[in-house]
C-alpha cells in the first residue's frame, strides 16, 4: 500500500530547463530592443512633451543636488588623502593635483554621478511606472486616447540623458574642490596653481570621454528603469521588484560601457 502511494504521488516541480531560460533570455532581449527603438521613434516626434522634460529634469537634476555634492567632495577629499602616502614614497608629491584630476576627470565623476543616478533616481522611476502599471493608471491613459508611452517613458529617458552630464560635472568641480582642500591644508598649495596643475595634464579626449560616459550612462538609467516600470506586474510585489531591478540592471550596464568607454578612449590617446 505503501509502494502504490508512492508511485501516484506527484512527482516534484522542476525549474524551467536550460532551453526555456534560454528562450527567455532570447525574448527579453527582443523586447529591450524593440522599447529603445520605440523611444527614439516617438521621442523626437510631435508633439513634444516640453513641460513634463523641464519637470523631470528638475526632479532628476535639482533634488540630487545635495547627495551629488556631499558624495562629490568626499570622494575628491578621501581620493586625495589616500594617494598622498603613495607619492610621498617616491618624493613626487609635487604630481598629487595632476593625479586627482586625471582620476575624477576620466573616471570617478561621471562613474560615481550614473551609480548615484542609478541608485536614486532609477529606482524613482521604476517605482512610479510600476505603481502606474499595477494601478492600471496607464492603461487608463491609453483608453482616454493620450500617449503614456511620449509623455511617461520618452520624457523620463531624456531628462536622464540631459541631466546626467550636467551632474557629473558639478561632481568633478565638487570632488577637485574636496582635493584642493587636502592639498592646501597639507602642503600650503595656492587655489591658482593647484588649477594649473590640475588642468595641465587633461586633453581633449579627455573632456569628450568624460562627457560621452555621461550622457551613455543617463540614457542607461532612464531606459532601464522606464522598461522595468513600464512592464511591472504582480501587483505591488511587482513594484518593488521594478525598483530593484531597474538599481541593479543599470548598475552592471553602467561598469560595462565603462569598461567599453575607456578602451575606445584608450584608442585615441
Do not use: H
Request: aromatic share 12%.
Amino acid at each position: 500500500m505503501n509502494t502504490a502511494s508512492k508511485s501516484t504521488a506527484p512527482a516534484a516541480k522542476k525549474g524551467p530547463s536550460f532551453k526555456r531560460r534560454l528562450s527567455n533570455a532570447f525574448v527579453s532581449l527582443y523586447d529591450i530592443n524593440k522599447f529603445i527603438l520605440r523611444f527614439f521613434r516617438e521621442a523626437f516626434l510631435p508633439p513634444f512633451e516640453l513641460k513634463e522634460v523641464v519637470r523631470q529634469c528638475y526632479e532628476t537634476g535639482v533634488r540630487s543636488f545635495t547627495l551629488i555634492t556631499l558624495t562629490g567632495f568626499i570622494t575628491g577629499l578621501i581620493f586625495t588623502k589616500q594617494s598622498r602616502p603613495s607619492l610621498s614614497n617616491f618624493g613626487a608629491q609635487s604630481w598629487l593635483p595632476s593625479l586627482v584630476s586625471i582620476a575624477i576627470m576620466r573616471a570617478l565623476a561621471p562613474l560615481v554621478t550614473a551609480l548615484i543616478a542609478a541608485g536614486k533616481v532609477g529606482s524613482s522611476i521604476g517605482a512610479e511606472l510600476g505603481s502606474m502599471r499595477v494601478t492600471e493608471q496607464i492603461d487608463a491613459m491609453e483608453v482616454s486616447g493620450t500617449k503614456p508611452f511620449k509623455f511617461l517613458v520618452c520624457t523620463r529617458v531624456l531628462a536622464t540623458t540631459l541631466t546626467l552630464p550636467i551632474l557629473a560635472t558639478y561632481t568633478a568641480f565638487v570632488a577637485l574642490l574636496g582635493g584642493y582642500v587636502n592639498v592646501s591644508v597639507n602642503e600650503g598649495t595656492s587655489y591658482t596653481t593647484f588649477m594649473e596643475q590640475v588642468f595641465e595634464p587633461l586633453t581633449f579626449v579627455d573632456f569628450v570621454a568624460s562627457l560621452s560616459k555621461s550622457i551613455v550612462f543617463g540614457f542607461t538609467i532612464g531606459i532601464v528603469g522606464c522598461y522595468q516600470g513600464y512592464y511591472s506586474t504582480k501587483g505591488t510585489e511587482g513594484v518593488g521588484k521594478a525598483a530593484n531591478g531597474a538599481v541593479v540592471t543599470a548598475m552592471f550596464l553602467i561598469f560595462v560601457e565603462e569598461i567599453l568607454i575607456v578602451q575606445i578612449a584608450g584608442w585615441f590617446r
